[in-house]
């Protein structure tokens, strides 16, 4: 782990995917939505190198597999296009030609060769796309590099999310000033495995694409990877990284000097991103954290992490804010990570509820009145190692299932 202490990151609250030196979006209304805008671009002054994880679902869709071949040309895009409302998966070699044809259409209106355009699309699964609608749309995309511009592009990619979700970090690099930036969306199917939702990061570092994929993968395992909402992995799922080199540093590798503070920057933004996914999950009222200590190792911490936070029923009782802390023990208990049963302490919020294994008394109305807050955190204590893992989800309410009982509709 990085031990941020030692490196200088700091937040942009207004920043944005455009923060970065070399990068311009664009949102329009292309009509696969009644209203809302639903086609988007991040578009690069040059050639960025790029690095990219994705769903682990046997079932990619389309667009993931194109992206995948325009990276593999020269670990080098220049664009990339996301459409809202249809998540071309599952739908065969015509889904696949489609995926093709809005690369192609994408690669004409920004003058770019076609293997520099990458492509994405969520939605509903099973449909195929309105390629009419697509192409005029893509037409119509003018990117800049306004705060306006990069507020449509967020607005763009959303399918039940609530909000925006964006963030950006700055550091300094061979005294260069370093920006990442990030826009996502997320709000159901989000229980990732090596990436989750669709998670769009520009960055103006100077840095080779293997470095970066390095980065990337490091980061991903330790914030993405440990949200949560409802169990399920989209088709869909990617986490695309374009770095344009405008800052000018000397080339980052894992040898440079600065290169842990580069990695925090990336770890900050992506971290934030996912605490918004998981927050906005699809009715939830409460962002939930749980931190492990004590584990064996960061991976069990971080396995038993995700097990309590995807727990239904500790996701129901932190909806009805009841102080079950039964819940969390059962999480515990089948997961595959090695715990002593015999000694395991757990406190939700400073309200420590076991201790070594054993009950303590509480105050009830107390951890209450704390579960009704909308941020509740889980400490769990294994006293077996070193080995420390956090992860993040939202509370389990009526609202999902209305939701996902009538999303087609």
């Not at 000694?343 to 509820?353: C, L």
């Amino acid at each position: 782990m990085i031990d941020m202490k030692e490196i200088q990151i700091i937040k942009l609250e207004e920043g944005t995917v455009v923060t970065p030196k070399g990068f311009k979006t664009a949102g329009v209304h292309a009509g696969l939505r009644y209203k809302k805008k639903d086609l988007g671009a991040i578009v690069c002054d040059v050639p960025a190198n790029c690095a990219a994880v994705y769903t682990q679902s046997h079932f990619q869709a389309p667009p993931l597999k194109v992206t995948k071949e325009s990276i593999a040309v020269e670990n080098k895009l220049q664009a990339v296009v996301i459409n809202s409302a249809c998540a071309n998966a599952c739908t065969g070699e015509q889904g696949l030609l489609d995926a093709y044809e809005m690369r192609a259409e994408s690669a004409a209106q920004f003058g770019i060769e076609d293997h520099l355009v990458a492509v994405a699309s969520t939605g509903v699964i099973g449909e195929l796309l309105p390629m009419d609608k697509i192409k005029a749309g893509i037409k119509q995309l003018q990117p800049t590099d306004t705060v306006e511009a990069a507020e449509s592009f967020q607005t763009a990619i959303l399918t039940t999310d609530l909000v925006m979700k964006k963030a950006c970090y700055q550091t300094t690099i061979d005294g260069k000033t370093i920006s990442i930036g990030g826009a996502a969306k997320g709000s159901g199917m989000i229980h990732p495995n090596m990436a989750t939702m669709l998670g769009f990061v520009t960055t103006d570092a100077n840095i080779d694409s293997n470095s970066l994929q390095a980065a990337i993968k490091t980061v991903t395992d330790v914030t993405f990877n440990q949200i949560t909402v409802d169990g399920e992995t989209s088709t869909n799922d990617m986490v695309l990284v374009m770095a344009s080199g405008l800052a000018e540093n000397d080339l980052l590798t894992q040898e440079h000097p600065e290169w842990d503070s580069f990695v925090s920057a990336l770890q900050s933004t992506f971290e934030d991103l996912a605490k918004q996914i998981a927050k906005d999950g699809e009715g939830a009222t409460k962002l939930v954290e749980v931190n492990v200590t004590g584990a064996v190792s960061d991976v069990d911490a971080r396995i038993i992490a995700k097990k309590i936070v995807g727990s239904n029923l500790v996701k129901t009782a932190i909806y009805g804010a009841d102080a079950n802390w039964g819940r969390i023990i059962g999480a515990i208990g089948h997961s595959t990570a090695t715990v002593n049963p015999d000694n395991v302490d757990i406190s939700i919020g400073t309200i420590q509820m076991l201790q070594g294994s054993q009950p303590l008394t509480f105050s009830e109305e107390l951890a209450k009145e704390y579960l009704e807050g909308t941020d509740i955190v889980i400490h769990v204590d294994l006293h077996l190692g070193k080995g420390t893992g956090t992860a993040w989800g939202c509370d389990l309410t009526y609202d999902y299932v209305k939701i996902n009982a009538s999303y087609r509709t």
